[in-house]
């Protein structure tokens, strides 16, 4: 079977050439990105929002308003979803993820505010897509070392990035495809504090948002940190593929488009 995408690029990036993409043997993980798939009439899923809304209006009227507020029905029908449509549900998981951006700051983040600590270049967003079209969010791991290093500084740059990410979703796309750059990973390196982090905010606060995470060519010393977090993960260890640099640039990218640090 061949699939023909039509990759768009990210602001300043390059056009890249609608290509043929002949899928490899099916992964166990490839039935793991559809999930959570429910379709309701619009009208139905509509009075659903409504009723959302009206609840945050009563019960949590100290939460902000506009642009991912109570009364953002984009962001209310988006964990509608998350919640299999179920109105209590949906209350009560997008009350706290409004209150925690508000409390966090999330809309006081820039460029700015994250630049010393993303200019030890530890993690970024790419400038192109993957295959299927997702934006791509890098880390390499050597360069964490959170004995040296400010971890709220560190959680910052992880959700402005995320913030990034998300804003570069061409039409039709809804996740983004998380890179672990594992190559000189070290036991200094090693961070579960922020993994777990990491990994909390995109379930609470970014449901259904991450598509897939590559670890790759992970060393023996990062084994022992994976079995201690993949209990806490929740499903999301199920989206996770151990990989090598190799795969990464022949199954998820383009010569064209393949990361700098994954270039043969």
Not at 2 to 11: A, G, S, W
Not at 116 to 139: M, N
Not at 203 to 219: C, I, N, S, T
Request: net charge neutral.
């Amino acid at each position: 079977m061949v699939i023909q995408l039509v990759l768009r690029p990210p602001v300043g990036g390059r056009l890249v050439k609608a290509t043929p993409i002949v899928p490899n043997k099916p992964n166990g993980f490839s039935r793991l990105c559809i999930r959570n798939c429910v379709i309701m009439d619009p009208q139905k899923s509509q009075k659903l929002v409504l009723d959302v809304k009206e609840r945050l209006e009563r019960e949590y009227t100290d939460l902000p308003l506009g642009r991912n507020g109570r009364d953002d029905e984009e962001m209310i029908l988006w964990f509608l979803e998350d919640r299999k449509f179920s109105v209590e549900d949906a209350v009560s998981k997008l009350h706290k993820a409004i209150r925690w951006r508000h409390e966090f700051g999330v809309s006081d983040l820039s460029e700015e505010s994250v630049k010393s600590v993303a200019e030890t270049g530890k993690a970024y967003v790419h400038d192109c897509f993957d295959v299927y079209g997702r934006p791509v969010l890098i880390v390499e791991a050597s360069k964490h070392f959170p004995q040296k290093q400010d971890p709220d500084e560190d959680e910052k740059l992880c959700v402005f990035l995320i913030e990034k990410a998300l804003s570069g979703l061409p039409p039709g796309k809804q996740d983004i495809l998380g890179i672990f750059d594992l190559r000189g990973f070290g036991t200094e390196n090693a961070d579960l504090k922020f993994l777990t982090f990491m990994f909390d905010v995109f379930y609470y606060y970014y449901p259904r948002r991450l598509g897939q995470v590559l670890f790759v060519d992970a060393p023996f010393v990062f084994k022992p940190l994976w079995q201690l977090v993949k209990p806490v993960l929740k499903s999301y260890a199920s989206l996770v593929r151990f990989c090598s640099a190799k795969d990464v640039r022949e199954e998820y990218f383009t010569e064209e488009t393949v990361p700098a640090s994954f270039r043969k």
